[in-house]
């Protein structure tokens, strides 16, 4: 079975500031990482994925991720962020089975102030 | 390009009144189908999942219970609705479990 922390619940920042929401996963096999963003109201939106390659995972809305396997973490960061990026972030986790499911974090809050 | 949709977007609700909502999704066969709660300033907790028709997992015991009639039909119902039954609420899809789900846009449920 899989499991994933998000250390951080609320995260404060200023505009153009960088950010790094931290993520760490615990797996005894191989597995899939995902990061959501959820806007207000809003479902969860599909922000990067990391499923084989490449540790550096670039995704929308300029995020990146890297997939550290030796620290079993998936940390989401961006260089420099706007208001817009306020909002509550997820990561999950996966097996690599067919019948694994997506294991999601309690979240993080990011608060961007001008 | 495959679309998920949930309605009502908005509910209000008086306690020990039945509930429905409604998930479709359209431009896909066979998806893995998902009902998931999250309340005021919490994570997502998994509340039912479909491999296929008729086919309902549930991860907590509740007042709540699914069913999936059709393919890409997923429905959440109460017969009686409790105050901790508020929150908002989201139906997902995945064609293979182990891959990203995509999200409708959510039901606020408020009951009185």
């Known amino acids: 079975a899989q499991s994933v922390t998000q250390l951080d619940s609320q995260v404060p920042v200023f505009e153009e500031a960088p950010v790094e929401l931290r993520c760490n996963y615990s797996?005894?096999?191989?597995?899939?990482l995902f990061w959501y963003v959820q806007y207000p109201n809003q479902g969860l939106q599909l922000l990067l994925k990391?499923?084989?390659?490449?540790?550096l995972v670039k995704g929308i809305n300029g995020f990146e991720a890297e997939f550290n396997k030796s620290q079993t973490s998936f940390h989401l960061r961006k260089p420099s962020v706007h208001i817009s990026d306020t909002a509550e972030y997820f990561c999950a986790v996966s097996g690599r089975g067919l019948t694994d499911k997506l294991i999601f974090g309690t979240g993080t809050r990011l608060q961007v102030f001008p | 390009s495959q679309t998920i949709h949930q309605w009502p977007a908005t509910l209000v609700q008086p306690v020990g009144s039945p509930l429905s909502l409604e998930c479709t999704v359209e431009?896909?066969?066979?998806?893995?189908l998902y009902w998931y709660r999250q309340a005021a300033g919490r994570g997502l907790q998994l509340l039912f999942y479909s491999v296929g028709i008729g086919q309902i997992s549930s991860e907590v015991p509740q007042n709540l219970s699914a069913s999936r009639p059709q393919d890409r039909q997923f429905i959440l119902s109460s017969k009686k609705l409790l105050l901790s039954d508020s929150g908002f609420y989201l139906c997902a899809w995945n064609s293979l479990s182990n891959q990203p789900q995509h999200f409708g846009d959510g039901t606020r449920l408020s009951i009185l």
């Open positions: 797996s005894s096999v191989s597995v899939y």
């Open positions: 990391y499923l084989s390659g490449s540790t």
């Open positions: 431009g896909t066969s066979n998806p893995n």
